[in-house]
């Protein structure tokens, strides 16, 4: 059974950085892209950054972008996926979520039903 366990986030000020971490239990995560969603209060998740498996390129969120870094570190039997989150702002609170792919993709990789295996969600409250 793939498990995806997320863990970091709470509450900051604004300005401040976090880093969530997602501990995913198949190591061939990282042949392929994984990602962070998150959804505010009263909206749609949305897509936040990516990392690809092969060249390991990355992608973000304009709102994001400059602010967030997305990694990930292999090891036997399992991956684990970051995001370092610097200059935080309010609108920047919301249950982030990881999300892996079980296999290539050949979309965007930016939408929610491009990915097969999710974490549990982790809130991040920014507060001004």
């Known amino acids: 059974q793939v498990q995806m366990v997320q863990s970091g986030g709470g509450l900051v000020q604004a300005g401040g950085s976090l880093r969530l971490s997602c501990a995913a239990s198949r190591r061939t995560f990282a042949m392929y892209t994984m990602a962070w969603f998150r959804q505010a209060p009263g909206k749609e998740r949305e897509f936040v950054a990516r990392i690809s498996g092969s060249a390991g390129s990355t992608d973000y969120a304009d709102s994001v972008k400059g602010r967030f870094a997305i990694s990930r570190d292999s090891a036997e039997n399992k991956v684990t996926l970051y995001l370092q989150m610097n200059s935080l702002k309010p609108q920047d609170t919301a249950v982030y979520y990881c999300?892996?792919?079980?296999?290539?993709?050949?979309?965007?990789?930016?939408?929610?039903?491009?990915?097969?295996?999710w974490g549990q969600g982790t809130q991040v409250t920014v507060s001004s």
């Open positions: 999300a892996a792919a079980a296999r290539p993709l050949a979309g965007t990789r930016r939408m929610e039903d491009e990915y097969d295996f």
